[in-house]
Each structure stands twice: as structure tokens, then as C-alpha cells.
């Protein structure tokens, strides 16, 4: 086991090496004349103007909660999924009771108008 | 020293570090990704307990949804995206001594603790075999009624974020 | 064991003969086959790119009553070539205000989440990167590395187009990634397993049969997930000036759209190892290098769905988007997976035909019922009226009726 992690180690280092060196190839053979204003912040139309941090809405915080809620509920749900083969009904029913409670959470968010994009 | 030990050291190192600089950078941003570097750190540590499905749980939870959770809070807090003071005062070599007493004495108290090994019920079967523990996650005689308070505990926290960010944004209906 | 059987196995014996004969201790030629492999299979996936850009340009270009590239080489076939030698010479414009690392990092981070899903898909019986004891969760986790790229390469930009974009797409990425999850827990099921090499030999039968709806619910997620039109809001060039990549020039902006094919084909690999059987298919487990072309016939036909999608469809709007995904999606997903899950071990498993057929008609009454429920939500639903019914129009009707009866055409 700790040789598959092994390569997927291994792996992550070469397909994080792959694009650098393409990159760096890439970077020794095209030109490189800056100017201030080749280099300038793109705007539509106008010089740049204020922060490049707006502030956002609190629409992205909740669907990120959302998503944090059935995120572990599915990490939850992965090793009964494995061990479903070997389970009777009465197991199945037991996980089914977990998902309908997740529903109904998902129904509450659903009813209170945290899914709308507005 | 072996492959494996190495791999260890160099991990420790780098959350160590990575620790370090999420309390210490000027930049949110920064101080949040520092903090996606140290988890990924505490992820690879999984891995090499041979835990992979912890290594994997800890990268879908804490980098996936928890730091993405912690940026989107940052673009949320516009003011104080970057601070400008020095990130620390005259006294700091008397925290640094408290913390490294305070770290002693714990090392000292735990080494003669008994609670540090596992005393509590273990899922039986190899370590990786993740179907053992899906078995004892909906097993009567195993860890079921903790599985479903987990449902609950979840639906409960959403029901806390949602009133919770629906009230700030001014009530809904 | 011949070479035209598996040639994978043939070579990796031989190497590592050759590497021991050299006096190697056998863990550290293991190290070592493991760079070679993972080197080889990169490399190799980075290539497909160069082949997948002049496929898909052509086929789009099909669609649209156009010819596509077809003046560098035969059929155009060497106009990626060109393109490339044109990308490496580019410059690379670095806007003021940029942070340096997180900049750079993000194109490279983008192409690195694609390749690493490499990692442990099955090519064939025998050649695969590895076969993880956690590779479906190991499949979500690294999608979500592509998601810290896409907030790096937003915020890095420093512009605030960039970041606007890219909050939106991990807004999208992140809620997509829920019926993803629900759904990839079925193949899961069936195989009880999560390395993918068991759940496709799990698959006597393809797990498209079992659970057709949850396989398409699979694909739309997926193509959402790359950010494919018709959910290409990532790159939405009318309302954000083409999004978080806007600073980025050269070979930089052009890792964000190789990741983007590289991934569109990792998609359809992936559903045809999840639910199309992978590599299985006649005689495939004596010779493993049938599988491999059983692989590609599956990939291509559900990439071709993938082209023909981008080709055809319009952009959704990021609130009809987020409808369908947390008020269709997410519910539906888990509905099949309650429903999958209890029938599953109520029907008799003995006769496969039962149970497929079972399985079958259990998702053609959902798809039925679901129907009737969007119908009566669709009709309730009001629609804000924005012109008057009758509009003046360039032809007015009663001239068209004249030419009707005299059968010119116009």
C-alpha cells in the first residue's frame, strides 16, 4: 500500500515537472520586451481604477457550507458503499436512513432560499 | 535511515513551516494557502500510516471544502484582507518561552498518560480494509447509532449556517 | 509471455531484470520503473493533447458546415505542430501587481490536476498506474486540486475580473462536486471496491445497465466539472472578458485550455471505466492489448458526445445553472441512490437478466415520474412577460400566404 502512495507521490512531482519545464522552455525562447504599458492591468475600456478585490456576496459562503455538509456526508456513505455487497437489507435500510435525513437537510436549505442564486 | 523516515522528516518539515507561515503571513490569501499546505502535509502523514483512506478523506474535506470555506470567508471580510503591522511585538521571546514550557510540560505529562493508547472498541480486520470499517459503520453491534447521530449532527449544522448567513444578509421571506 | 501479448508487462520485466542486473537492490529499481512509468505515462498524455485539439477543431468544425484546419499536412493533421511552435515563442506578458508564485503556479497546478487522474485508470487488464484501494475518492480529491489552480490563477491576477470569474467558477466547481460524489458511490457499490481496476472487473455487466440514470447523471456532472459547454461559464468571454485567465499570455493561457482537453477526454475515460466496462470486452483478459482498443472504441464514442454537446448547446445562466444542479441534480442522485440501493438487494440476484431488467425499469419509472413533476414546475412557474405576444415581424404573414399558393420560394 505505501507503494501505490509511493507513485502517486512520484506521479505528482512529474506532472507537476512536465508543464514547469514547458513552461521554462517556453519562457527562454519567446521575446521579452516590457513595457509599462504591455503590462498593465486589463479594463474594459478605461485605465484600471480601485482594488482588485470586490467584495462578494454571502451566496458563495453558503452553497461552500452546503457543499461542506454532503461533502462529509458522502465520506461517510464510501465505506458502507464498499461493504455493500456483504450487507443484508436490514444494513441498507440503516444507510437509506442516513441519506433521507441528509435530504430533508437539503429540503430545509432548499425551502429557506439558500439555493437561489440571487 | 530509511526511504520512509525521510519522506516522514521532510513532510514534518514542510507543515511544520507551512504551519508557521499560515499564522505569520501579512496576506490572507497567503495565510489560507499556507494553511491548504500544511493539511496536504497532514494528508501525506496519513498516507505513510498506511491510513489512505484518511489521506484521501483529509484532502476531500479540509483542502476541498474547508479551505475553499476559509477563501471564500476572506473575499467576504474585504477589510482586513491585508495587514500592515509588524506581525510581532517586543514581548515575543517571552511567548516563545511560555509556549516552549507549555510544550514541555505537556510532552512530560502525556509521556506517563495511559490514554494515549487505543483503549477504546476497534474495527476488526486489516487496517486497509475499508469495507471492515463500512461493515462496522451500519453494524448494531458496531458504530450505527453514531452513524446516524452524524446525519443529525450534520443537517443540524446546516440548519445553524443557513440561519445563520441568511440573518446577516437580511432575512429571507 | 510474448511481446504482442502485453507489451506493457514485457518491457516492465525486462527493465527491471536489466536494472537489477546492473547491481540495483529491487526496492530501488522499483523507485525507479515507478519515475519511468509515470514519466512515460505523462508524457504520453500530454501528447494525446496535441492529437485531441486537431481532433476536436475538426469535428467542431464539421458540425458547423466548415472544413477545420486542413492546411498543415493531410486533413490538417499537423496544425497543433504549428500552433505549438507558435505558443512556445510567444512572450509572456507579466501585468504589474501580480503575485509572482501563485501565477506561475497556477497553469502549472491546472495541467498537474489532469494528469494526476492518470494515476489509476486502468489502460488495460495489466497496465495501469495503480490500482488504489481509494481511487474514486482519490478521482474527486484531485478535481478539487484543479479548483485551488482556478482560485490561484484568479487571485494571482490581481484584476478584478479574474477573480470574480474564478470565485464564480469554484462556486460551480464546488457545487457540482456533490452529485458527483452521490453518484460515483453506485459503481462503488456494485464492485465493493474503489480501485478502479476491480470496479472494472467487477462489471460482468456494464454498470450502465444497472443504473442508467445515475450514468447520465455521471456525464452531465462531469462535463460540468471541466467546465465544457453548455457550463462553460468558467470561461464566459461576454460577461467576465473570458474569465480567470484573462492576464495570462503564451504558453500560460494555453495550459489552461490543454488541462481543458486533456480533461474533456479524461471525463469520457473515466465513464467508460465506470460504467461502460473499461477495458473489458472479448478476449481481453488472454490478450490485455484488446483491452486497450476496447478502452479507446468506449472513450471515443462518449468524447465524441462530448464534442457534439459543446457543439450544439447554448451557455446556461449561472442561476439556471445552480437550479440544475442543487434542485435537480443533487435530489435525483440521491433519490437513485436510496432507490439503487434498496432494490439492489431486494431483487434475486441469480438470473442476471432479473435484475437487470428490474434495475432497468425502475429507473425508466423514475426518468417518467420526474417528467411529470418538471412538467407541473414548469407550468406553475410565472414568466415575467418582457414584450407583447404579437410583435411586428420583417415578413407579414398574409404576403407569405400569397407565395405559398404560387410555390416560388424566397
Known amino acids: ?118 | 535511515m530509511s526511504g520512509t523516515q525521510f519522506i516522514f522528516l521532510v513532510t514534518a518539515g514542510v507543515t511544520l513551516a507551512a504551519a508557521v507561515m499560515t499564522v505569520s503571513a501579512r496576506k490572507m490569501m497567503h495565510a489560507a494557502l499556507w494553511l491548504v499546505l500544511a493539511l496536504t502535509g497532514v494528508a501525506v502523514l496519513f498516507a505513510l500510516l498506511r491510513s489512505s483512506f484518511f489521506a484521501v478523506v483529509q484532502v476531500l474535506v479540509y483542502i476541498g471544502a474547508i479551505a475553499i470555506l476559509i477563501i471564500f470567508s476572506v473575499m467576504l471580510t474585504r477589510r482586513v484582507v491585508q495587514e500592515q503591522r509588524p506581525r510581532v511585538n517586543r514581548l515575543w521571546w517571552v511567548a516563545a518561552l511560555l509556549a516552549l514550557m507549555l510544550f514541555t510540560g505537556l510532552v512530560a505529562t502525556l509521556a506517563s498518560w495511559n490514554g494515549l493508547y487505543p483503549t477504546g472498541q476497534a474495527v476488526a480486520g486489516h487496517p486497509e480494509d475499508i469495507g471492515a470499517l463500512g461493515l462496522a459503520l451500519v453494524d448494531p453491534a458496531g458504530f450505527v447509532i453514531p452513524f446516524e447521530v452524524a446525519s443529525l449532527l450534520l443537517l443540524a449544522a446546516l440548519v445553524g449556517a443557513v440561519f445563520i448567513a441568511l440573518e446577516r444578509k437580511g432575512g429571507m421571506q | 509471455m510474448s511481446f504482442w501479448v502485453d507489451p506493457y508487462r514485457f518491457l516492465l520485466e525486462w527493465l527491471r531484470n536489466l536494472l537489477i542486473g546492473w547491481g540495483l537492490p529491487a526496492d530501488w529499481a522499483q523507485v525507479v520503473l515507478f519515475f519511468v512509468g509515470a514519466f512515460a505515462l505523462g508524457t504520453a498524455a500530454l501528447l494525446l493533447v496535441v492529437f485531441l485539439i486537431w481532433l476536436e477543431r475538426k469535428v467542431v468544425g464539421r458540425i458547423q458546415d466548415r472544413l477545420g484546419p486542413n492546411r498543415v499536412g493531410p486533413w490538417g493533421i499537423f496544425q497543433t505542430i504549428a500552433d505549438i511552435g507558435k505558443i512556445f515563442t510567444k512572450e509572456f506578458i507579466t501585468p504589474v501587481g501580480v503575485d509572482w508564485l501563485l501565477y506561475n503556479l497556477a497553469p502549472v497546478l491546472s495541467v498537474g490536476a489532469v494528469l494526476m487522474l492518470w494515476a489509476v485508470i486502468p489502460l488495460t487488464m495489466t497496465l495501469y498506474g495503480v490500482n488504489l484501494n481509494v481511487a474514486v475518492l482519490y478521482i474527486i480529491a484531485v478535481g478539487e486540486l484543479g479548483e485551488m489552480a482556478v482560485i490561484l490563477a484568479g487571485w494571482g491576477s490581481n484584476n478584478k475580473y479574474a477573480v470574480l470569474a474564478a470565485f464564480r467558477a469554484v462556486a460551480q466547481l464546488i457545487s457540482y462536486e456533490v452529485p458527483l460524489i452521490v453518484t460515483l458511490l453506485l459503481p462503488v457499490m456494485f464492485a465493493g471496491s474503489m480501485g478502479l481496476n476491480d470496479i472494472v472487473q467487477a462489471q460482468s455487466v456494464w454498470f450502465i445497465f444497472l443504473a442508467p440514470v445515475t450514468a447520465l447523471i455521471f456525464f452531465i456532472v462531469s462535463i460540468a466539472e471541466v467546465g465544457r459547454a453548455p457550463f462553460d461559464l468558467v470561461e464566459a468571454e461576454s460577461e467576465l472578458v473570458s474569465g480567470f485567465n484573462i492576464e495570462y499570455s503564451g504558453l500560460k493561457f494555453g495550459f489552461f485550455f490543454v488541462a481543458d482537453f486533456l480533461h474533456a477526454f479524461t471525463i469520457a475515460l473515466l465513464f467508460a471505466t465506470l460504467f461502460l466496462g473499461g477495458w473489458r470486452g472479448p478476449g481481453a483478459i488472454q490478450y490485455p492489448v484488446l483491452g486497450f482498443v476496447y478502452l479507446m472504441i468506449k472513450t471515443s464514442v462518449v468524447y465524441f458526445i462530448v464534442i457534439l454537446l459543446r457543439a450544439s448547446l447554448p451557455r446556461f445562466r449561472i442561476d439556471q445553472m445552480m437550479n440544475l444542479n442543487w434542485k435537480l441534480l443533487t435530489p435525483l442522485s440521491m433519490t437513485m441512490l436510496v432507490l439503487t440501493a434498496l432494490l439492489d438487494k431486494l431483487l434475486p440476484s441469480s438470473p442476471l437478466f432479473v435484475r437487470i431488467v428490474g434495475m432497468v425499469v425502475m429507473n425508466v419509472l423514475v426518468l417518467l415520474i420526474l417528467n411529470q413533476i418538471l412538467k407541473l414546475v414548469e407550468n406553475r412557474r410565472p414568466r415575467p412577460v418582457v414584450a407583447p405576444v404579437v410583435r411586428p415581424v420583417a415578413r407579414p404573414p398574409q404576403i407569405s400566404s400569397v407565395q405559398n399558393g404560387s410555390g416560388t420560394s424566397s
Open chain 1, 1 to 118: 500500500m505505501l507503494a501505490d502512495w509511493l507513485y502517486i507521490g512520484i506521479f505528482l512531482i512529474i506532472s507537476l515537472f512536465l508543464p514547469s519545464v514547458a513552461l521554462i522552455v517556453a519562457g527562454i525562447l519567446g521575446p521579452k520586451k516590457p513595457n509599462p504599458v504591455k503590462n498593465s492591468t486589463y479594463e474594459c475600456g478605461v485605465e484600471t481604477f480601485g482594488e482588485s478585490l470586490t467584495q462578494f456576496k454571502v451566496q458563495y459562503y453558503l452553497y461552500a457550507l452546503v457543499f461542506l455538509v454532503f461533502d462529509v456526508e458522502a465520506i461517510f456513505l464510501y465505506p458502507w458503499a464498499v461493504a455493500y455487497q456483504v450487507q443484508t437489507v436490514f444494513y441498507v435500510v440503516e444507510a437509506i436512513i442516513f441519506v433521507l435525513i441528509l435530504l430533508f437537510a437539503l429540503w430545509y436549505a432548499w425551502r429557506k432560499g439558500a439555493l437561489e442564486w440571487v
